[in-house]
C-alpha cells in the first residue's frame, strides 16, 4: 500500500527564515498531495495542495512542489512569521483511493 | 453547520467500558471519514463512509472498533472493552466528494483517555 514518509520531524527557524518540509511517497499513481497544518488543540487544517499535472503551486507565502519521477514534494514556507508555529502534515491517496495517508508530521518553531 | 462538530471532546473512561464518539459533518458533504491520532504519532486511517455505499473498514484496528453513519450524514465510532492503549485523539473528517481528489475538512477531536 501507500507510504508516506515525512522529514524533518521537528524544525526551528528565526522570523524572517524560510522553512521547508520534505515527503515521499511509493504509490507511482498517486495523483493528488495535499498539506496540512495542526495548532494545538484543534483538527488539521488543508492548507494548500497539487495535483499531478503541475509541478509547483503557490499561494501568498507558501508553495508546494511536486516531481513525478521522484516521487517526492515539498512544502515550502517564506518570510516565516511565529503564527506558523504548528505541525505540518503531507499526504497522498491510499492505494484504493479511498483516503489519505499522511506522513508522521514536523513540528515547526519560528522563534523572534 | 459551518464546520464538523466532534462530541464529547473529552472522554476519560475506565478500561474495559465501551465509549462512543459522535461526529456531524459539514451539511452535504457525502464523504465522511475517521482517523486516530496518538500522542506524537501521524493521522491513522480507521473508516470511510461514501454515500450509501459499503464503507471502507480497512482501517479498523480490532473487531472492538466500529462505526456507522445513519441517514448519510451523523456517524458514531464506538470502541468496545476500551484498553489504555485506545487512549488518542479521534478525528473526523468530510468533504464535499471523495476526500483524496479535493482533501477534508476535519473536526477538533475527541480526546479520549483510557483509565
Known amino acids: 500500500g501507500e507510504n508516506v514518509e515525512q522529514h524533518p520531524s521537528t524544525l526551528s527557524v528565526q522570523e524572517g527564515d524560510s522553512a521547508v518540509i520534505k515527503c515521499t511517497y511509493s504509490d507511482s499513481a498517486s495523483n493528488y498531495f495535499p498539506w496540512y497544518k495542526q495548532e494545538l488543540g484543534k483538527g488539521p487544517q488543508l492548507i494548500i495542495d497539487i495535483r499531478s499535472n503541475v509541478g509547483e503551486k503557490k499561494d501568498q507565502r507558501i508553495a508546494v512542489t511536486l516531481n513525478k519521477t521522484a516521487k517526492h514534494f515539498s512544502l515550502h514556507i517564506t518570510e516565516t512569521q511565529p503564527e506558523d508555529s504548528a505541525v505540518y502534515f503531507c499526504?497522498?491517496?491510499?492505494?484504493?483511493?479511498?483516503?489519505?495517508?499522511f506522513g508522521k508530521g514536523t513540528t515547526l518553531s519560528v522563534s523572534s | 453547520g459551518a464546520g464538523v462538530s466532534q462530541s464529547p471532546s473529552n472522554k476519560v473512561t475506565e478500561k474495559g467500558k465501551d465509549v462512543e464518539l459522535r461526529c456531524d459533518p459539514i451539511?452535504?458533504?457525502?464523504?465522511l471519514y475517521w482517523y486516530r491520532q496518538s500522542l506524537g504519532q501521524g493521522l491513522e486511517f480507521l473508516i470511510y463512509?461514501?454515500?450509501?455505499?459499503?464503507?471502507?473498514k480497512s482501517g479498523l484496528p480490532s473487531d472492538r472498533f466500529s462505526a456507522e453513519r445513519t441517514g448519510g450524514s451523523v456517524s458514531t465510532l464506538t470502541i468496545q472493552r476500551t484498553q489504555q492503549e485506545d487512549s488518542a485523539v479521534y478525528l473526523c473528517?468530510?468533504?464535499?466528494?471523495?476526500?483524496?481528489?479535493?482533501?477534508?475538512?476535519f473536526g477538533s477531536g475527541t480526546r479520549l483517555t483510557v483509565v
Open positions: 451539511s452535504g458533504h457525502t464523504a
Open positions: 473528517a468530510s468533504s464535499l466528494v471523495r476526500g483524496t481528489s479535493y482533501g477534508y475538512t
Open positions: 499526504a497522498a491517496p491510499n492505494q484504493a483511493g479511498t483516503a489519505l495517508i
Open positions: 463512509f461514501q454515500g450509501n455505499s459499503a464503507p471502507d
